[in-house]
């Protein structure tokens, strides 16, 4: 009795694992039927349908059930089948049997669809990048990027525009981005004469982070300016597209353009997208305080952003109250960050926002101060710091900073008496940028509505509600994994 009550002991904790083996596997099977319906019937909806289920099992996805599900999908002994086995780790004797028996109950297709290939070139990639095999990643994206050089169907669209993603990230992990520029700039070429926009979308900006990547800013701008432009077809694209803009114009000095466009970015970018939207921001708070705003607390206390904002909350402390030296403290106390985030060269920047902030609070607390003191207040450290002060208190006052005026036989700064701040025009010029601001969210609302072609003519049948009902919930199920993903 003893024994008996060892062996179901056991055999119990294997009951779970061959049951979610084989509910993975029922769930691929119905996405590759899904994906042979879409092709036989020319419907890309039932494509993305299927990548959008395909990115909800990635987790649950193994040795053992990707050799399967290449069993069931391929003619076992293609030169297909051998090519993307040869990247699945063998899996131990147990989880082999079940997964054989599994997928003996139903013969592989005999007419392969070209959209069923992609998809099990697209898996294999999705599993290699999350085991962290990137040498294996790599030679499989090059391997599915050349078979979609041959292949021209509308229906391969949304895969394709995924394997082109994770093609340069597999590349990126590998430290071997710029081999690819070339390759991706024959791909968008290609996509732009087959009129593939989503493709187009993905593959620009890829481009954009591949230049980026080596600080090729001006080429960068170069391809953005010419590159075809059309309505958005990805909201994960489009907020990728107007990052990447953003830190083009910030680079350029058009900080207006950048910070409008950043904020763009963060705002768009979906609640999931943490590290995105974190980054959106510490390029976003950088512009302003270029600009001379000072971002809000609430921007550094969001949600799940503290830790990482931290460094550019002290940064942004230094520059508000104008004092230099704790900027230079700041900016070596986290100069890793800041060389990890690239955004140093950005930091060098605000030196002179600093010292003309520090310079207007002395002009305000102050009618008449010695140049001297002035240096001395600023903190400079040079030969000559009675000379530097006096260039940069002049300089100040030629760009409007300050108004005040320079006594250069005596050495003395005056300031004017201040008047009253609502008989000048900045009043009005604060509010216009609020009402522009609204207006554009305004139209952009607008703009993104979208209605179904001829709702005003057909009725829509009970058949068609209940499938579109049942897409929407599995999209909406699936879009927080997703967006995790993708960014």
Known sequence: MTQDVEMKDNHTPSQPIISSTTSTMQLLKEIAALIDTGSYTKEVRRIARAVRLTIGLRRKLTASVLSSFLDFALVPGSELHSRLSSFVPKSDEH??????????????????PAELEIYCYFIVLLFL????????????????????????????????SRLYFYYSLSYELTGDLAEIRGNLLALHHSATLRHDELGQETLLNLLL????????????????????????????????????LGKIRTIQLEYTDAKESLLQAARKAPIAALGFRIQCNKWAILVRLLLGEIPERSIFMQKGMEKALRPYFELTNAVRIG?????RTVQEKFSETFAQDRTHNLIVR?????????????????????????AKKLRLNSENPVADAESIVAKAIRDGAIDATIDHKKG??????????????????????????????????????????????????????????????????????????DF
Request: net charge positive.
């Open 95 to 112: 989880d082999m049997e079940v997964d054989t028996a599994t997928s003996a109950t139903q013969p592989p297709s005999k007419n392969l």
């Open 323 to 327: 004092d230099l030296e704790l900027f």
């Open 350 to 374: 605000l030196r002179h926002n600093v010292i003309r902030t520090g310079l207007r609070n002395i002009s305000i607390s102050y009618s008449r101060i010695s140049l001297p003191d002035v």
């Open 129 to 160: 990048i999350d085991q962290k095999k990137y040498p294996e990643a790599k030679a499989c994206s090059s391997a599915s990027i050349a078979r979609l050089k041959n292949l021209n169907r509308r229906t391969i669209d949304v895969i394709a």
């Open 209 to 244: 982070r591949n230049y980026l990547h080596y600080n090729l800013y001006d080429q960068a701008e170069k391809l953005r300016s010419k590159a075809p432009r059309f309505e958005a077809h990805s909201n994960q694209q489009f907020c990728r597209y107007l990052f990447y």
């Open 412 to 485: 003395y700064m005056v300031s004017k008496v201040t008047g009253d701040i609502y008989s000048t025009n900045e009043p009005q010029t604060a509010f216009n940028s609020r009402i522009a601001f609204c207006l554009n969210m305004h139209n952009e609302a607008v703009r993104a509505l979208r209605f179904p072609p001829n709702t005003h003519k057909e009725k829509e049948s009970d058949e068609k509600r209940r499938e579109r009902k049942q897409q929407e919930e599995e999209l909406a199920k699936h879009m927080a994994e997703e967006d995790d993903d």
